[in-house]
């Protein structure tokens, strides 16, 4: 059974950062594509970034690009989300999510596996 789980989550202050972590047990942690989601209240889910099996590709949506990095270790089957410039609008549930296959990276419908989440919230 692979599982999920999210940690790092907390209240920041706009302008600061936080680090995701997102540690992955069962399954063949090094042959997933990672991806990062979030969804605020009332809002659909979002594509945050994605980073492929190998750790050297990755992939940001305009809304996150700059601010954001994932990084993966498959030595420690973890993924990482580092978030700067952190702004009151990134408040949301964060998810990390695993796929395999060919679909593309930024639609959630293509991940197999998800974490349960881990609330970020900014303070303006």
């Known amino acids: 059974q692979v599982r999920l789980v999210e940690f790092g989550g907390g209240l920041v202050q706009a302008g600061g950062s936080l680090r995701l972590s997102c540690a992955v047990s069962?399954?063949?942690?090094?042959?997933?594509?990672m991806g990062w989601f979030r969804q605020a209240p009332g809002k659909e889910r979002e594509f945050v970034g994605a980073?492929?099996?190998?750790?050297?590709?990755?992939y940001y949506p305009e809304s996150v690009k700059g601010r954001s990095t994932i990084s993966k270790d498959n030595a420690k089957n973890t993924v990482y989300l580092q978030m700067n410039t952190l702004k009151p609008e990134d408040t949301a549930v964060y998810y990390c999510?695993?796929?395999?296959?060919?679909?593309?990276?930024?639609?959630?419908?293509?991940?197999?596996?998800w974490g349960q989440g881990t609330q970020v919230t900014v303070s303006s």
């Open positions: 999510a695993a796929k395999m296959g060919t679909s593309t990276w930024y639609n959630p419908t293509g991940y197999i596996y």
């Open positions: 069962g399954g063949t942690f090094s042959s997933y594509v």
């Open positions: 980073i492929g099996w190998g750790g050297g590709a990755t």
